[in-house]
Protein backbone atom coordinates (compact mmCIF):
# COMPACT_ATOMS: atom_id res chain seq x y z
CA UNK A 1 0.00 0.00 0.00
CA UNK A 2 1.18 3.70 -0.82
CA UNK A 3 2.11 5.88 1.73
CA UNK A 4 0.45 8.89 0.54
CA UNK A 5 1.48 12.11 3.05
CA UNK A 6 -0.68 14.77 3.13
CA UNK A 7 1.35 17.73 4.87
CA UNK A 8 1.31 21.08 5.56
CA UNK A 9 3.99 23.65 7.36
CA UNK A 10 3.62 27.11 9.28
CA UNK A 11 6.38 29.31 9.24
CA UNK A 12 7.16 32.88 10.82
CA UNK A 13 7.57 34.60 7.37
CA UNK A 14 6.89 33.73 3.85
CA UNK A 15 10.53 33.85 3.07
CA UNK A 16 13.08 31.42 4.47
CA UNK A 17 15.89 32.97 4.87
CA UNK A 18 14.13 35.41 6.94
CA UNK A 19 11.79 32.99 8.55
CA UNK A 20 11.48 30.02 11.10
CA UNK A 21 9.76 26.72 10.73
CA UNK A 22 6.84 26.89 13.91
CA UNK A 23 5.34 23.58 12.37
CA UNK A 24 4.96 21.10 10.41
CA UNK A 25 1.43 19.30 10.48
CA UNK A 26 0.70 15.64 8.83
CA UNK A 27 -1.35 13.08 8.39
CA UNK A 28 -1.33 9.87 6.03
CA UNK A 29 -4.23 9.44 3.51
CA UNK A 30 -6.55 7.22 5.80
CA UNK A 31 -5.31 8.21 8.71
CA UNK A 32 -7.76 9.91 11.41
CA UNK A 33 -5.38 11.40 13.52
CA UNK A 34 -3.46 14.30 12.05
CA UNK A 35 0.18 15.01 13.69
CA UNK A 36 1.68 17.95 14.41
CA UNK A 37 5.16 18.75 15.38
CA UNK A 38 6.53 22.41 16.65
CA UNK A 39 9.18 24.12 17.59
CA UNK A 40 8.11 23.28 21.44
CA UNK A 41 8.37 19.72 20.62
CA UNK A 42 12.93 20.21 20.95
CA UNK A 43 12.59 22.05 24.46
CA UNK A 44 16.26 22.53 24.71
CA UNK A 45 16.93 23.90 21.43
CA UNK A 46 13.76 26.00 21.96
CA UNK A 47 15.14 27.42 25.35
CA UNK A 48 18.44 28.09 23.90
CA UNK A 49 16.98 30.22 20.40
CA UNK A 50 13.62 29.99 19.77
CA UNK A 51 14.23 31.22 16.16
CA UNK A 52 16.52 28.03 15.65
CA UNK A 53 13.99 25.47 13.60
CA UNK A 54 16.98 22.99 12.98
CA UNK A 55 15.47 19.79 15.03
CA UNK A 56 11.88 20.51 13.50
CA UNK A 57 13.64 20.87 9.75
CA UNK A 58 15.11 17.59 10.26
CA UNK A 59 11.78 15.83 11.62
CA UNK A 60 9.80 17.08 8.66
CA UNK A 61 12.35 15.67 6.10
CA UNK A 62 12.51 11.79 7.66
CA UNK A 63 8.74 12.49 7.91
CA UNK A 64 8.84 13.81 3.99
CA UNK A 65 11.45 11.22 2.82
CA UNK A 66 9.40 7.95 4.07
CA UNK A 67 6.38 8.88 1.81
CA UNK A 68 5.76 7.33 -2.13
CA UNK A 69 3.56 10.60 -2.48
CA UNK A 70 3.25 13.93 -1.19
CA UNK A 71 -0.67 16.29 -0.93
CA UNK A 72 -0.16 19.81 -0.57
CA UNK A 73 -2.20 23.12 -0.74
CA UNK A 74 0.04 25.72 -2.83
CA UNK A 75 2.92 23.32 -1.86
CA UNK A 76 4.89 23.17 -4.75
CA UNK A 77 5.18 27.14 -4.92
CA UNK A 78 5.93 27.87 -0.63
CA UNK A 79 6.20 24.45 1.43
CA UNK A 80 8.47 22.46 -0.31
CA UNK A 81 11.02 25.67 -1.52
CA UNK A 82 10.84 26.62 2.39
CA UNK A 83 11.62 23.35 3.98
CA UNK A 84 14.54 22.83 1.34
CA UNK A 85 15.45 26.50 1.80
CA UNK A 86 15.73 25.63 5.63
CA UNK A 87 17.14 22.04 4.96
CA UNK A 88 20.16 24.07 3.33
CA UNK A 89 20.68 26.50 5.89
CA UNK A 90 20.98 23.71 8.67
CA UNK A 91 23.43 21.80 5.82
CA UNK A 92 26.21 22.00 8.31
CA UNK A 93 24.56 20.18 11.11
CA UNK A 94 21.70 17.91 9.41
CA UNK A 95 23.03 14.87 7.46
CA UNK A 96 20.70 15.11 4.75
CA UNK A 97 19.95 18.93 2.32
CA UNK A 98 18.20 17.99 -0.57
CA UNK A 99 14.19 16.76 -0.20
CA UNK A 100 14.03 13.51 -2.55
CA UNK A 101 12.29 13.56 -5.24
CA UNK A 102 8.70 12.11 -4.32
CA UNK A 103 5.56 12.84 -6.28
CA UNK A 104 3.69 15.63 -5.15
CA UNK A 105 -0.40 16.41 -5.87
CA UNK A 106 -0.80 20.21 -5.42
CA UNK A 107 -4.53 20.94 -4.93
CA UNK A 108 -3.79 24.51 -5.86
CA UNK A 109 -2.07 23.32 -8.95
CA UNK A 110 -5.20 21.48 -9.95
CA UNK A 111 -8.15 24.23 -8.66
CA UNK A 112 -5.57 26.73 -10.63
CA UNK A 113 -4.79 24.84 -13.83
CA UNK A 114 -8.55 22.10 -13.88
CA UNK A 115 -10.91 24.17 -12.44
CA UNK A 116 -12.58 27.85 -13.27
CA UNK A 117 -13.72 29.05 -9.89
CA UNK A 118 -14.21 32.81 -9.05
CA UNK A 119 -10.64 32.06 -6.64
CA UNK A 120 -8.15 29.43 -6.35
CA UNK A 121 -7.90 29.88 -2.62
CA UNK A 122 -8.36 27.01 -0.36
CA UNK A 123 -11.54 28.44 1.40
CA UNK A 124 -13.14 29.29 -2.17
CA UNK A 125 -12.35 25.88 -3.16
CA UNK A 126 -13.87 24.06 0.66
CA UNK A 127 -16.88 25.96 0.19
CA UNK A 128 -17.66 24.85 -3.42
CA UNK A 129 -17.62 21.45 -2.46
CA UNK A 130 -19.17 21.60 0.73
CA UNK A 131 -16.28 20.80 3.07
CA UNK A 132 -15.30 22.42 6.24
CA UNK A 133 -13.05 25.54 5.88
CA UNK A 134 -10.25 25.98 7.21
CA UNK A 135 -10.01 27.50 10.67
CA UNK A 136 -9.08 30.95 10.67
CA UNK A 137 -6.24 32.44 12.50
CA UNK A 138 -6.31 35.25 14.23
CA UNK A 139 -3.58 37.96 14.28
CA UNK A 140 -3.44 37.93 18.07
CA UNK A 141 -2.91 33.88 18.20
CA UNK A 142 -0.10 34.18 15.26
CA UNK A 143 1.55 36.49 17.41
CA UNK A 144 1.73 34.72 20.07
CA UNK A 145 2.78 31.35 18.22
CA UNK A 146 5.65 33.26 16.54
CA UNK A 147 6.53 33.68 20.02
CA UNK A 148 6.58 29.81 20.93
CA UNK A 149 2.74 30.43 22.66
CA UNK A 150 1.81 26.46 23.27
CA UNK A 151 -1.70 26.63 22.76
CA UNK A 152 -1.27 29.46 19.72
CA UNK A 153 1.03 26.95 18.26
Not at 71 to 95: C, I, M, Q, S
Request: contains cysteine; positive net charge; charged residues 25%.
Amino acid sequence: MSKILLWDTENSSLDADFGTMLCFGYKYLGEARTHVISIRDFPKLFRQDPTNDREIVKAAYDILSQADMWVTWYGARYDVPFVATRLLEHRNELKHVILPPIPHVDGWWIARNKMKLHSNRLASISAFLGLQEKTAIKPPIWRRALSGHFKSL
